[in-house]
């Protein structure tokens, strides 16, 4: 079965920095999806970038880009230039391909950004 | 934004009753989902649908039961709610084959 491992509970960053998110999964499976959600505290998850593994290039979002090494299992997501908009849980999921299958998600990591 | 509604958003409500979260969606995706959650935790899915007339219960074990009769809504019941079952309840749909999951606002539920 698939695992998603966030092993960064808490991250903190001072506004306008560079943070990065820890995302590492475990899969047999040569094609699927890779996400980042984020969810602020009490509104809505949204999706902020996803990454197709049959690609190579590494998605970017405006601030946001991932660092996906497929071999290492591996998802990182870069926030730069930090806002105070950007506190919030993020989640990374991953799903197979397939038209079936349900998100798998990490326990989630806790963002902070300090003015 | 995606067009998925879930109401009501706060439920503050007595032990034993009855009650059921509505979830619907304007997007016309076949499947939906539901999931728990405690505040700043991680989600555990309860329940999902593929399809109209199609459940099937997630990898958390819960005393709630669904239902999919139309495409587009998916409620949620709970026919004796406990003081446990308080969470946060979030919906969530996907178009076949499509690659991103939508999320509704969810529901806070607080069971005195």
């Known amino acids: 079965a698939q695992t998603v491992t966030q092993s960064q509970p808490e991250m903190s960053v001072q506004e306008a920095e560079t943070v990065t998110l820890s995302c590492t999964y475990d899969?047999?499976?040569?094609?699927?999806?890779l996400f980042w959600y984020k969810q602020p505290p009490s509104r809505q998850m949204i999706l902020v970038i996803r990454?197709?593994?049959?690609?190579?290039q590494n998605a970017t979002e405006n601030r946001f880009s991932v660092n996906f090494q497929k071999a290492a299992k591996s998802f990182s997501l870069k926030i730069s230039d930090s806002q105070l908009g950007d506190a919030a849980m993020y989640f990374c999921?991953?799903?197979?391909?397939?038209?079936?299958?349900?998100?798998?998600f990490g326990k989630g990591t806790k963002l902070s950004v300090k003015p | 934004e995606a067009d998925i509604y879930q109401t009501p958003r706060y439920l503050v409500i007595g032990t034993g009753k009855k009650i059921t979260l509505e979830c619907s969606q304007t997007m016309g995706h076949d499947k939906m989902y539901w999931y728990q959650q405690d505040p700043g935790m991680e989600l555990h899915l309860i329940h999902y649908s593929y399809g109209v007339n199609s459940t099937e219960k997630g990898d958390l074990s819960s005393e709630s039961t669904v239902s999919r009769i139309r495409t587009e809504h998916f409620p949620l019941t709970l026919e004796s709610a406990r003081p446990s079952h308080t969470s946060q309840y979030l919906c969530?749909?996907?178009?076949?084959?499509?690659?991103?999951?939508?999320f509704g606002p969810g529901t806070r539920l607080l069971v005195l």
């Open positions: 999921a991953y799903r197979s391909r397939g038209s079936q299958g349900n998100l798998i």
């Open positions: 969530a749909s996907r178009l076949g084959g499509g690659e991103t999951q939508y």
């Open positions: 990454q197709e593994a049959y690609k190579q």
């Open positions: 899969t047999s499976e040569s094609d699927y999806y």
